[in-house]
Every structure is written in structure tokens, then in C-alpha cells.
């Protein structure tokens, strides 16, 4: 194309003699800015669609961390109520007057307890990722930036309410434990499931190994654990939420 115009150039140029040489070097001049400012133009193409396939490769890395925070929150959201369930049923047996083998053995039995803890540990490396690379200032403004903010302050929010009920829970065990009420309940079971003893003769026993303040108090605890149950499905939301966000903004600048 600059042959073109140097041609066209020559041309005028050549039909004045006296200003040939003036018209030529004004027409090189001309044609050495214009070939500047198409390289200049390529170059920003190039660079800006080098940028945004590295910034949705970021986004891509994102979604997979995301899809994986998915699976584990429901994982540990399961736990979580599930040992709800049991503290809720621990409360109400204590509670009763009268006490059968069957609630007991029920109790005992139970897969999910509250002397189990859980943490939930987001997969971060694409959003740090994504921060250190400067990139995420492309996103200013987006509601991609707003939900990974919010997503992952809840995420903190849930690690330390973990922190919380899991180090309460332990710190009440560990009176019941020094104070031979989980040993204690532990034998009475293994006794019954075996029918190596009767039931009645424990009753009084039970009622007062479950009534134990600091066992009480372990699946109090764990049962009022309601914020933390929230937050777990509000990541979950803002999770889908996002992975759709970053398919639509990748879908439309492919």
C-alpha cells in the first residue's frame, strides 16, 4: 500500500519540476508517518489480543478453582447438617425423661458427631494468580471484580467461623474426655451392641453421661451454627454466578 502512495506521490511530484524535490521529501515524510501509525495500530491489535487471552486464561484457571470450591462446599455443607442432625437429636435425648436402648444405640451409631471437625479450604491459586499478575485491573468495574471480592471475603468469613465452632467444640471435649464421659459412653455402647450387659442398668448412668455441661454445651454449639451454614450456601450462589460470568464475558470477546 505505501508503494502505492509512493507511486502516486512520484507522480505529482514529477508534474512540477521546480518543487520535485520538495514535493518528494514531503511525500517520503508523509509515508514514513503513515507506515508508523500502522505499525503502531498492528502493534496495539497484537498487544490488546495478547492481553486478553492471558487475562481469560486467568479467568479459565478461576472457573476450574471455583468448579472445585463447588464440590468441597457441598461435601462439608452435608457434614455440617448432617451433624446439626445429630446434635439436634443428642439435645432431645438427653432431654427425655425416659431413655430406650434403640435411642441410644441410634445415637452411637451415628456416622456424622460432633466430635468431628471440617475446615473448607478454597482452591485460591487462580484468583492470587490473578491479582499478582496486575491483570485484575482490567476488570475494574465488572461485576466479575465485585463477585470475586464478595466470594472471597466470604470465603475468610467461613474460615474463621470454623476456626470458632471447631476450637469451642474441641475445648469442651477435651472436659468431657479429661472427665472419662466420652470413654465412659463409648464402653456402655460396645457393651449393648455385644449384649453383654442390660440396658437398665445404665439408664441412670446415660442420662447423666449426656447431661454432662460440657457435652451439652459441644452440641449446643455446633447445633447453632446457622451463620455459618448460610455462608456456605452464598458462596455456592456467587460460585455459579461467577463461572456463567466469565463464559459470557469470554464468549463475547472471542
Known amino acids: ?19 520535485k524535490y520538495a514535493r518528494y521529501a514531503i511525500g517520503e515524510i508523509v509515508l514514513v508517518v503513515i507506515g508508523i501509525l500502522i505499525a503502531l495500530q498492528i502493534n496495539n491489535w497484537n498487544t490488546k489480543n495478547h492481553e486478553t487471552k492471558e487475562l481469560h486464561n486467568y479467568l479459565k484457571n478461576i472457573q476450574t478453582n471455583l468448579q472445585a470450591d463447588l ?36 445415637l452411637e451409631n451415628s456416622e456424622y458427631k460432633v466430635q468431628f471437625d471440617k475446615y473448607f479450604r478454597s482452591h485460591r491459586s487462580g484468583f492470587e494468580t490473578l491479582k499478582n499478575s496486575g491483570f485484575i485491573g482490567k476488570l475494574t468495574g465488572t461485576n466479575i471484580e465485585l463477585k470475586l471480592n464478595e466470594y472471597y471475603f466470604i470465603i475468610d468469613k467461613i474460615n474463621e467461623e470454623e476456626e470458632s465452632l471447631n476450637n469451642s467444640i474441641e475445648s469442651m471435649e477435651n472436659i468431657a474426655f479429661s472427665n472419662n464421659i466420652t470413654l465412659s459412653l463409648f464402653n456402655i455402647h460396645k457393651k449393648l ?62
Open 71 to 106: 464440590l468441597s462446599i457441598e461435601e462439608i455443607r452435608i457434614f455440617r447438617d448432617s451433624t446439626v442432625a445429630y446434635s439436634q437429636k443428642y439435645l432431645r435425648l438427653a432431654k427425655k425423661d425416659k431413655i430406650t436402648a434403640d435411642d441410644f444405640i441410634s
Open 193 to 254: 451392641k455385644a449384649k453383654e450387659t442390660n440396658f437398665d442398668a445404665h439408664k441412670k448412668e446415660i442420662k447423666k453421661l449426656l447431661n454432662f455441661p460440657s457435652m451439652m454445651g459441644a452440641n449446643f454449639r455446633n447445633r447453632e451454627n446457622i451463620p455459618l451454614r448460610q455462608n456456605y450456601r452464598q458462596c455456592e450462589q456467587i460460585a455459579h454466578e461467577l463461572i456463567s460470568e466469565i463464559d459470557i464475558l469470554i464468549g463475547n470477546q472471542e
Open 1 to 19: 500500500m505505501i508503494g502505492f502512495f509512493r507511486k502516486i506521490r512520484k507522480q505529482l511530484a514529477d508534474d512540477n519540476k521546480p518543487l
